[in-house]
């Protein structure tokens, strides 16, 4: 029913921003709780931010201040903008869609921070 399709990762330095885009297929995606987790190597997956229906947000401390989630529900897409990118951000970032019974993923987009 909904599938979610994550774009916008790729190399960067340190300092620098990136926005990662994620598509939306399916119906009612204003109704849907949005939000983009991450996972690096060895590491447990994580919240980034949310952004619910209603458009409050929250975010992960680690990104608060450098990260901003974002919904356009007339394109369906949900919005990661990332700036002052750090290497502890350097993970695969994935896109999550949540409404009721149905918690759906995203086959995520790999961001690298480096030099």
């Known amino acids: 029913q909904v599938q979610l399709v994550e774009s916008g990762g790729g190399l960067v330095q340190p300092g620098g921003s990136l926005r990662l885009a994620c598509e939306f297929s399916?119906?009612?995606?204003?109704?849907?709780?949005m939000g983009w987790y991450r996972q690096a190597p060895g590491k447990q997956r994580d919240l980034v931010a949310t952004?619910?229906?209603?458009?409050?947000?929250n975010y992960a401390d680690s990104v608060k201040g450098r990260f901003t989630i974002s919904r356009d529900n007339a394109k369906n897409t949900v919005y990661l903008q990332m700036d002052s990118l750090k290497p502890e951000d350097t993970a695969v970032y994935y896109c999550?869609?949540?409404?009721?019974?149905?918690?759906?993923w995203g086959r995520g987009t790999l961001v690298t921070v480096s030099s």
């Open positions: 399916g119906s009612s995606f204003s109704t849907y709780a």
């Open positions: 952004i619910t229906r209603g458009g409050n947000r």
């Open positions: 999550n869609a949540k409404f009721l019974r149905v918690d759906a």
